[in-house]
């Protein structure tokens, strides 16, 4: 792990995340709130994020279940890097539609943590799911 990425250096551009980075031109701009048990953000996809015609990428999904569950992790004082992802869609969603997206830490050791996201309509329809395994870097430092 010596050859590892410090996250300290790496927040010097964390305003450049393509999910959470509020000046990255590309970026998603996610901006997640905490409850202290679930991180949530809202999002709406529109033609720039589609694979077919109409349809959001996977890619995208999978990219907003992944930043959900390491915000969930942020939130709860840790700095982790995803180590694996699962990520199941359980139906095509069309772009311009308004999605929820939820996380919250299912387990917590010394090195990792678990998580569990959701990606669901306005309706409250789950849309796509995911739960991931994260290498703990190290408790967050008071900002």
Known sequence: MANWPQVRDMEKDLDM?????????????????????????EFTPNRLHQGWSG???GGIIAC???????????FSGV???TAR?????????????????TASLTR????????????SLRDG???????????LLGQRKEE
């Open 17 to 41: 995340c393509f999910g959470c980075g509020q000046k990255n031109p590309i970026g998603l701009k996610l901006n997640f709130s905490w409850d202290g048990r679930v991180a949530r953000t």
């Open 55 to 57: 349809v959001v990428h």
């Open 125 to 135: 329809t789950v849309v796509a799911d995911g739960t991931a395994t994260m290498f």
């Open 64 to 74: 907003l279940l992944d930043e959900a569950m390491s915000y969930a992790a942020r």
């Open 79 to 81: 700095d982790s890097l």
């Open 108 to 119: 917590k050791t010394r090195k990792l943590a678990e998580a569990r996201a959701e990606v």
């Open 85 to 101: 992802m699962q990520a199941r869609l359980r139906r095509p969603l069309p772009i311009d539609e308004l999605l929820i997206i």
